[in-house]
């Protein structure tokens, strides 16, 4: 697609031999200097991306003396995939917002994916932001789902008060071991594991259904990622079968904070305190890894772990918004554009 040409600038795509990177983490710092969003994550998270399965484009504001201000990315929702559902995420350098650099990359994006046959654009804000959500809202997106980050003060959260985790397991029927002694013992176990997040992640409630991962994309996108500490990879195992998961991430740009991965139990071992066996031993964990923080994401439809996670102090920060827009596809003549990033 061509150049876009705007009376203050022009949004072209982003180019990855360039200073582009760099551009785009001191945007996002200047955004959220919490968020542990360094040039390294987006290079990783790029160079990682299955393209062979999923679409993913980006574009950069530039100001006229050649400053990039701003970017946006469209992409597939790899997690709730469907061909014609794309993930559009603007930011803009917070000393060049209000200038329509935003409204600008939205539209650039939107008649971008349009033309690839676009029916729904979901995008994503913080409800404490008034800037995403106001942005949104104003382009017709509207709140689909919400779900909070909880934090845990790791100095101040004693894991004794719930006792040992090994005993909270037996008295819940079952013992806990770690992938990383699982691997090194059977050859089958990371598919067994595998087995069980398909049968618990179908049952996270979600505004629309889980896109199933294969084998090998799991392990390319759990397992081998980055971050994944295999000791911390906790799984619960009655009669022989895994029954519970729990495992830890460490946060890429932000040492001493670590990220409580998925937490789930197998269908018929629920109601029993094994989620809370398994939380008790990753918090444990990472105490005693030296982290000062352990973070977590949760829907506000996931009652059962909001009702663990608030027992164990998780202290919930303000609400994420996902937020979504009906659009009508591009009907023209001579299908879809040339992807040219
Ligand atoms: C959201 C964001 C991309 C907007 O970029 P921007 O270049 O400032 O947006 P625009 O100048 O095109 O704003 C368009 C309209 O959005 C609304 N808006 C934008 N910022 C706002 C704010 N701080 N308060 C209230 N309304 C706001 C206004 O209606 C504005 O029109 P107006 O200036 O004529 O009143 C930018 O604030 C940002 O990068 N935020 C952090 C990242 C983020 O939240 N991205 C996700 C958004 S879905």
Not at 77 to 84: C, G, L, N, Y
């Given at each position: 697609m061509a150049r876009m040409t705007l009376p203050n600038g022009t949004i072209r795509p982003f180019d990855p031999d360039g200073n582009d990177y760099a551009s785009l983490a001191r945007i996002l710092a200047a955004n959220d200097?919490?968020?542990?969003?360094y040039e390294d994550a987006v290079r990783a998270d790029d160079r990682d991306w299955d393209h062979a399965r999923f679409e993913k484009y980006r574009w950069v504001a530039v100001e006229?003396?050649?400053?990039?201000v701003g970017f946006i990315d469209a992409l597939h929702?790899?997690?709730?995939?469907?061909?014609?559902r794309y993930l559009v995420l603007p930011f803009v350098h917070p000393d060049a917002q209000r200038q329509g650099w935003g409204t600008a990359l939205l539209a650039h994006a939107e008649a971008f994916v349009r033309a690839r046959g676009a029916r729904e654009l979901r995008a994503e804000a913080r409800e404490d932001i008034p800037a995403g959500v106001a942005f949104a809202k104003r382009h017709g997106f509207e709140v689909a789902a919400r779900s909070w980050q909880g934090r845990l003060n790791l100095d101040a959260f004693d894991p004794a008060r719930f006792g040992d985790p090994h005993a909270l397991a037996a008295a819940s029927g079952v013992r806990l071991v770690i992938l990383a002694d699982e691997v090194a013992r059977d050859p089958d176990a990371l598919e067994r594991v595998y087995h069980l997040v398909r049968e618990v992640e179908a049952d996270v409630p979600r505004v629309t259904p889980v896109t199933e991962l294969d084998f090998e994309q799991w392990q390319r996108q759990?397992?081998?990622?980055?971050?994944?500490?295999r000791e911390a990879y906790f799984l619960a195992v009655r009669d022989g079968e895994y029954v519970g998961v729990s495992f830890l991430r460490r946060s890429p740009g932000l040492p001493g904070v670590i990220s409580q991965g998925l937490t789930g139990v197998a269908r018929t071992a629920r109601g029993r305190g094994i989620a809370l066996a398994l939380k008790v031993a990753t918090t444990t964990y990472a105490k005693a890894d030296g982290a000062r923080e352990l973070r977590t994401w949760n829907s506000d439809r996931n009652h059962a772990i909001l009702r663990i996670n608030d027992a164990m102090g998780f202290v919930r920060e303000a609400a994420g918004l996902d937020l979504s827009k009906a659009i009508t596809p591009a009907t023209a003549t001579g299908g879809a554009p040339h992807p040219d990033t």
């Open positions: 200097p919490d968020a542990g969003h006229p003396d050649g400053t990039v929702h790899p997690r709730q995939f469907e061909a014609w759990s397992i081998e990622r980055p971050g994944l500490i």
